[in-house]
């Protein structure tokens, strides 16, 4: 990514470098096991992502009181970001690769069982943390985030992934993201794409192409939207295509993602700049991710 196109997609800010967390009274064997309902498995698999209803009701109060920690004071935590252009009503705010510094975040990551509903969608023997990620739309917002798969941001390549979306409120159909099923398995990566204003960057990257039209020819897409309560738990693949509508909210929208990597995942150098960009890692294309960095939190039994 060029400089420019860089601040013109609000992240990757310049603030706390990341460091290898500090996992002192971690105990791989405590970690709570989740139980998978086997249709459910499938039905990853064949669509790239499945909703969890319920899943973590117990760690909405956690979360949210992590997500103000996080607003309280955003300069003091990594990545920052607002993304709507200056005079637009409403807020579109992000943070991420802040669950080590965060003690409600922190807690869930190594606390809750998404560790090991992760390892079982991606049918995988472990679960290795890569980050998490924090979101929250103000009422008054009308901006949609647009259709992107999250892989192309990412120095990871793999099948074997699971972003674990928990909302943190009621969030209706028309507001609730939504997802391209089946989007996983086509093989192509897509242009990662700025949410200020939906423009694609790191175009120069010929392994990658421009993401469809969607919305144009909604009948030609298997679209999943569904409304949330606060604790569902929304379950996908990196590579799956989801983004939200422009529809205005009428009440405050907060989520919290937690990105997992399973046994086919590796380091990827990409063309241009990666979100979260990981300086200093020192790995090559290929190489198995560092557990000093992204700790292994489940290994199946």
């Not at 009181?65 to 300069?75: M, T």
């Not at 919305?215 to 679209?223: G, M, N």
């Not at 379950?235 to 529809?247: C, K, P, S, W």
Request: net charge negative; proline share 7%.
């Amino acid at each position: 990514m060029k400089d420019d196109d860089a601040t013109k997609a609000g992240f990757n800010a310049t603030t706390i470098p990341w460091t290898a967390p500090d996992l002192i009274g971690f105990q791989r064997e405590s970690v709570p096991e989740y139980v998978a309902d086997p249709t459910d498995i499938e039905a990853f698999q064949r669509d790239g992502v499945v909703i969890q209803r319920g899943a973590f009701t117990d760690w909405v109060d956690t979360l949210r009181a992590g997500l103000s920690r996080n607003l309280s004071s955003p300069d003091d935590y990594r990545f920052p970001c607002d993304s709507l252009p200056e005079g637009t009503p409403g807020r579109f705010f992000d943070s991420y690769c802040n669950w080590d510094l965060i003690p409600e975040y922190r807690d869930f990551a190594l606390n809750s069982c998404a560790a090991s509903m992760a390892g079982q969608f991606m049918l995988s023997s472990r679960a290795q943390l890569f980050h998490e990620h924090a979101f929250l739309k103000e009422p008054g917002t009308q901006r949609a985030t647009p259709w992107h798969q999250d892989l192309p941001y990412y120095c990871v390549n793999g099948n074997q992934t699971a972003s674990i979306y928990v909302s943190l409120d009621h969030a209706e159909s028309d507001v609730a993201v939504r997802f391209v099923k089946g989007s996983h398995s086509s093989g192509a990566l897509f242009y990662p794409r700025v949410f200020m204003d939906g423009s694609s960057f790191n175009v120069d990257d010929a392994t990658m192409q421009a993401v469809p039209d969607i919305d144009s020819d909604p009948e030609s897409y298997d679209v999943l939207a569904s409304a949330l309560e606060p604790g569902d738990a929304i379950v996908f693949n990196f590579r799956t295509l989801h983004g939200t509508t422009d529809a205005p909210l009428k009440a405050l929208r907060r989520a919290f993602s937690i990105r997992w990597l399973g046994d086919d995942v590796t380091y990827c150098v990409r063309a241009g700049e990666t979100s979260p960009p990981y300086p200093g890692i020192d790995l090559q294309s290929g190489d198995l991710m560092r557990e000093d960095w992204f700790p292994v939190i489940w290994r199946r039994s």
